[in-house]
């Protein structure tokens, strides 16, 4: 079965830097594109980025661009978030999701990873 | 603000139907077909209960359906349940080429 499991996850001082990671099993990593999405405390769900299947096409929301790169590594069935110039607004769970055949949806989520931003 | 506008609560008791709007632009609900619907209990994942307006993925119970007219999409939950206490979101893909996806602000269903 579709497993997602994300790590990386920590108190981390504003300006700092974090790099997420996603675990990605029971599915050919390699032939779906990949999503980022957060959930601030008590907030609702806040797209964050999507990546191609082949790494190829990188898309951002406003609120993170420039300061946040999404990545994969195919070969090891992994999907990245690298987190930099961290802002007290990052502070979420970070979940990544796997689209589905066609692109059209977030067919699987994982559980999710807490990041805090604080001094 | 999200891009996509949904009532922030709703509430109906066991064995009613609600309805859950979910109002776009014409760059995201109106333009295509890929809108979708998620479910999310507290603490947990959100997890896939519509896709492409009106589909449901294997195992999603039939009580839910999901339709669109013009720039509203709608999620319809009938014969409520306790258990379908939870937030819900729509979510389009979106014409833009620099911001490809969007939620709306998620809905709170209580069943009273």
């Known amino acids: 079965q579709v497993q997602l499991v994300e790590s990386g996850g920590n108190v981390v001082q504003p300006g700092r830097s974090l790099r997420l990671s996603c675990a990605a099993s029971?599915?050919?990593?390699?032939?779906?594109?990949m999503h980022w999405v957060r959930q601030a405390p008590g907030k609702g769900l806040e797209w964050v980025a999507l990546?191609?299947?082949?790494?190829?096409?990188?898309f951002y929301a406003d609120s993170v661009k420039g300061r946040f790169t999404i990545s994969r590594d195919n070969s090891r069935n992994t999907l990245y978030l690298q987190m930099n110039s961290l802002i007290s607004e990052d502070t979420a769970v970070y979940f990544c999701?796997?689209?589905?055949?066609?692109?059209?949806?977030?067919?699987?989520w994982g559980r999710g990873t807490l990041v805090t931003v604080s001094s | 603000q999200s891009a996509l506008t949904q009532p922030a609560s709703l509430s109906g008791s066991p064995g009613q139907s609600i309805t859950i709007s979910c109002t776009g632009t014409?760059?995201?609900?109106?333009?295509?077909?890929?809108v979708s619907w998620y479910q999310q209990h507290p603490g947990k994942a959100p997890k896939l209960i519509i896709y492409d307006v009106s589909n449901r993925p294997s195992g999603i119970s039939n009580r839910f359906s999901g339709s669109k007219s013009d720039n509203t999409a709608s999620l319809t939950i009938s014969g409520l349940q306790a258990e379908d206490e939870a937030d819900y979101y729509c979510s389009s893909y979106t014409m833009s080429s620099t911001r490809p996806w969007a939620f709306g602000g998620g809905t709170r269903l209580t069943v009273l």
């Open positions: 029971g599915f050919t990593f390699s032939s779906y594109a």
């Open positions: 014409s760059s995201d609900v109106t333009g295509h077909n890929y």
């Open positions: 999701a796997r689209a589905n055949n066609y692109g059209t949806c977030l067919a699987f």
């Open positions: 990546i191609s299947f082949d790494g190829s096409n990188k």
